[in-house]
């Protein structure tokens, strides 16, 4: 009888299957995280233009005692409330409230940025 010794290379379609399963659980693990990453990229910049947004607005107050109320930055519109909190001011500091919204009809839900600073009375 003759024996045949095969020493076989490569692999087989099982091994191949199990392979390409594992790496679909890792990419759809990765494609999760990508898309997290953006979403908070996103609401990092819409935050970082609102607080912008509201400095500029708040000097152009200052100087100007009025303000554009709506803006339109990079396609997307924000507006700007700004408000002298007249209960609190002294005799030679008025207060200001400046807030920043994504919704016209400026809800509590809407603002993402609010910035408190002072005037010199006039």
Do not use: C
């Not at 233009?49 to 339109?72: M, P």
């Amino acid at each position: 009888m003759i024996q045949r010794i095969h020493k076989e290379k490569g692999l087989t379609l099982i091994e191949i299957l199990v392979s390409i399963v594992i790496l679909g659980i890792i990419l759809t693990a990765m494609l999760g995280f990508f898309s997290q990453t953006v979403k908070y990229s996103s609401q990092n910049e819409n935050k970082i233009t609102s607080i912008n947004l509201a400095e500029k607005v708040l000097s152009q107050y200052k100087a100007s005692n009025s303000y554009t109320s709506e803006h339109n930055i990079n396609g997307k519109i924000y507006y700007v409330d700004v408000a002298e909190l007249t209960a609190h001011q002294t005799k030679d500091l008025i207060p200001l409230a400046v807030k920043v919204y994504t919704d016209p009809s400026l809800t509590p839900k809407s603002l993402t940025t609010e910035l408190y600073s002072y005037m010199e009375a006039k």
